[in-house]
Nanobody
């Protein structure tokens, strides 16, 4: 099991930037692919971005491509989500998740561990 704690959320104006951090503890961090999901009020959680175990490969939802960047520092057991040019429609609770399996990044059930979430609010 991996324990995940997100931080870095907050309120920002449209066009601004935030960097989310997810700190992991427990099992060997580099054994897990890591992702960020987000959840809008009253909606299902949706995939945002993913990064492979050693950070060679990254994947993004079309809605954030070119604006968000996922990265990881395995020596620090940390994964980041740099969010630039934020829009009001990015307002959501953001979750990081750890995936040990080789299954799809898009499927929530493939993830073994989740953080508690951090709120991001973008004002217009």
């Amino acid at each position: 099991q991996v324990q995940l704690v997100e931080s870095g959320g907050g309120v920002v104006q449209a066009g601004g930037s935030l960097r989310l951090t997810c700190a992991a503890s427990g099992r060997t961090f580099s054994n897990y692919a890591m992702s960020w999901f987000r959840q809008f009020p009253g909606k299902e959680r949706e995939f945002v971005a993913a990064i492979s175990r050693i950070g060679v490969s990254t994947y993004y939802a079309d809605s954030v491509k070119g604006r968000f960047t996922i990265s990881r520092a395995n020596a620090k057991n940390t994964v980041y989500l740099q969010m630039n040019n934020l829009k009001p429609e990015d307002t959501a609770v953001y979750y990081c998740a750890a995936k040990y399996s080789s299954g799809s990044y898009l499927v929530e059930s493939e993830y073994s561990d989740w953080g508690q979430g951090t709120q991001v609010a973008v004002s217009s």
